[in-house]
Structure formats: C-alpha cells, structure tokens
C-alpha cells in the first residue's frame, strides 16, 4: 500500500517510541528485502510518551483526548503551543496547568505584537529569525525555536524605535507562521473568551466611565472599577495610545 500510494521511498515515517522495536525495525527490514536494498523512510520519527496529569494517556485507561473535543473548548493555538513547549521525542504531561502556561506564553508574543503597525507589504517580505529557523532544522525542536521566539519578543518589548519595532513584529509573526502560532487578529485573541457577566460592550462602557472619573480626578472611582473588571477576569493596560483590555484566558 505504501508503495503504490507514496513510492519505494517516503520521506517521514514517524510512530511512538513504543514502535521502534520491534514494529519499525521489521517494516524497515521487510522494505529493504522487497526494494533492493532502497532505504524505506529517510527520516524515522518516534515521539515520546503522553501523560495525562502524570498517568500515561491510553485508550485501556479511558483517559485518552481527542483534539477534535478539545477545541471546542480551548483555543487550537494553545493546544498547539502546549505541545510544541516539549520536543517531540520527550514525554510531556498534559494538564489544565500546561493548558494556562501555554494561554500565558501566547499572550505575551500577542502583545509584543499589540500596538504595532504594521503594513501588509512588510508582512509579507518578512523573513524569519535565522535562530528560529536553525532550531526548527536541528530535528525539530519546537522548544528551543520558542526560546528564540520570547527573546525576539524580549527586544521588541525594550525597542522604541518605530521601524525597528514594524520590522521586528513583522519577524516575529513570520516566525508564528512557521509553527503556526499568532495567526489570530491580535485584538480578537485579547477580547476572546467566555464574556462572563461583562460582555465586550460592557467593558468598553465602564472603561469609558474610568476614564470620565481619572479626568475628574476621581481616582476612588477609577480604581473601583478597575477592581471590578480584575474581579470579572478583565486586564486593562493603560498606555500612550489609550487603554487596552484582555480577558485572563
């Protein structure tokens, strides 16, 4: 089957570490007898081990998650972030306190991003960082490529100089296209989430009204409700360019 559908010669066949022996070593061996010796896979990828809140994911234990229920819930990019913060080939525990990492994390590179403008054509010759790329080159790995992704979102942070940040926003997010993250409308990834008892409307009127109350200098007022909205699970930042608001995952 595989070789009327892919040829004598596929690129990645990957599996789980379970697989290696003696599944794969077979297949690689029967493949080699049946082609001449032609090599099966150029590249074996075997990924470690699933555990859900430190029990091993499998189907007897009836633990197993299946992604398409998970994003009716959670956000794809989170799921896929909390993934990637482990190399492939490494066990990684899943539980609703990878799930917030993976919410925080993102919520930092979208803000670096957040404020910036940035062109369409700047996006589009965007290039991404070499760093990222070497990490993604040297067998996958999606950690240390993150690693690279926070320090370039680092000095975007301390940057003031208006065409540096456009430049250095632009490659961040070709960066995101990479290993697709970042690909949401920056103030959309902010607003989302359950409304709660404050719908975006909400927010907006009772930001209008802390804004009334610090200009009568009615800071008791102000701080009120900022208050309210923190107890709500609405962050506001107020900057040079106005006040911004998220919702806390």
């Known amino acids: 089957m595989a070789e009327k559908h892919l040829g004598r010669t596929i690129d990645i066949h990957a599996g789980g570490q379970d697989l290696v022996f003696p599944h794969h070593e077979n297949e690689l061996a029967q493949s080699r007898c049946a082609h001449d010796g032609e090599p099966f896979a150029r590249y074996w990828l075997h990924n470690g081990f699933l555990s859900l ?17 998970m994003v009716k819930k959670i956000p794809g ?3 896929r972030l909390a ?60 950690p240390k490529a993150l ?10 942070n301390k940057t003031t100089v208006a065409d540096e940040r456009r430049q250095l926003a632009a490659e961040l997010l070709a960066c995101g296209d ?7 409308d920056i103030e959309e990834w902010f607003s989302a989430g359950d409304d709660g008892d404050l719908s975006a409307g909400d927010i907006e009127v009772l930001l209008e009204q802390r804004e009334a109350a610090r200009a009568g200098r009615d800071f008791a007022a102000a701080d009120a409700i900022r208050d309210k909205l923190a107890t709500a699970g609405i962050t506001i930042e107020d900057g040079s360019g106005g006040t911004r608001w998220r919702r806390n995952g």
């Not at 809140?53 to 229920?69: E, F, P, Q, R």
């Not at 990479?178 to 949401?184: D, E, F, Y």
């Open 53 to 69: 809140d430190n029990t091993k994911m499998s189907k007897s234990l009836g633990n197993v998650l299946l992604v398409h229920d």
């Open 77 to 79: 990019e989170v799921i």
């Open 83 to 142: 993934l990637l913060n482990a190399h492939y080939r490494q066990p990684l525990d899943w539980s609703d306190d990878s799930l917030q990492g993976a919410r925080r994390m993102l919520d930092r590179l979208y803000g670096a991003v957040r404020g910036v403008d940035i062109t369409d054509e700047e996006k589009a010759h965007a290039e991404p960082a070499a760093a990222v790329v070497a990490a993604l080159e040297d067998d996958l790995n999606t």
């Open 147 to 156: 690693a690279e992704m926070f320090n370039l979102a680092r000095v975007l």
């Open 178 to 184: 990479l290993v697709g993250l970042m690909q949401q």
